[in-house]
């Protein structure tokens, strides 16, 4: 609620405590989604939320990194994801799959590591991270959650809508990731609890729909259901503007990667430092999904018109396997990418990730406090 008093402006709430906070119990309305369980700690204990990404995890190494995040923040909630696409074979062993995908393929990634004098992976390449997921081990992975009563599932893609009953037996949330109007409408519907509209700017797999249109637009069908606002999100005045657009908070990737806690290779972080808006591609070159990642040589030469067309997942992630492990592994900076979404630009300086959180947060309130005057 806004009130005039002699031209001064004030507001009379605090425009951060968001119905995300409430249903969360959380100081700030901002999710840090990480790979890394230093992260995510961190995050939670200076007030924010945190979810970690466990889709290419075993279901022993989940229950492990939910016991150790537990033993760091006595009793405040966090979240786990996973990824549940329907388009994942049923079963099946990685020789399989791999013995599908065509000579013609095969023979273009070949090309490219002669080309680039990619370095053959230091072991044998972990099929399991590239692409091995199947409906069989994204169940296993399911049951792990709910056994351990995490207290939010998200879903990364594919609708969580067949875990709602399981997971709200157990007091446990739900939260589903779209990149399209219909999705939010059909997870709504469904129960979720929260949706996540993620936008093209977002890095990682995400849709064409851009963050200030598909946000607004799910915001404006989610009645109750919070919205949580993703993509593209790293600095406070995106945080300001994603309320503004009716989210209820935002959902961070790229914000956290450089930060001083993520255990990324410090060639990567020094690569986000250094990289603008326009450094990130948007590609289905990696993994047959739409993708935006640090530029680097793969992308490119998917790029160009004599390249095959991609195949679908999760062929083209095996394809992509012994590119991106050979660069990895042999810290190659020429060759190494990164999932990064276009705020990138904003990051640019390695800090504490409850730093992160804390100018995020002051510099949404100034900004709020520009647009409509001193908050109470
Ligand atoms: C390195 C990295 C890996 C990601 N992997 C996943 C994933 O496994 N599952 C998922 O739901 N989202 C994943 N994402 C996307 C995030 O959940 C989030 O939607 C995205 O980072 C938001 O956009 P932003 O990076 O511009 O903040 C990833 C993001 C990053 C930066």
Redesign the pocket.
Known sequence: MLSGRKGVVTMSKDPLRTKLCDLLGIEFPVVA???CKDVAVAVINAGGFA?L????HTPDEIAADIGWIRDRVEGKPFGV???LPASVPPSGSIDDLTSKIPESHRKFAAEIKEKYDVPDPKGPVDLHQWGGLNQELARAQLDVLLDERVPVI????GSPAFILDAAHERDMLVFG?VGKARQAKRQIEAGVDAV?A??Y??????GAVG?FSIVAEVAAMAGDTPIIA?????TGRHLAAALCLGASG????????ASRESD?DMIIKERLLAATVEDTSYSTSISGMTM?VLDCPWTEEWAKPEAPDVLPAPYQMLLSADYLQGANDNRREDLMT???????GFVTSMKPAKQILFDIVEEALDTFEEVVGELS
Do not use: K, P, Y
Not at 230 to 234: E, H, I, N
Not at 250 to 257: A, I, N, S
């Open positions: 989604f990480t790979h979810v990404g466990e889709a290419m994801d996973l990824v998200a879903s990364g893609l990731l996540i993620q936008g700017d977002a890095a990682g797999h995400t963050t993703a993509g593209g999100v790293t935002v959902w961070t990737g790229t914000l956290w990667l990324i935006r990164e999932a990064a979404g276009q705020g990138v």
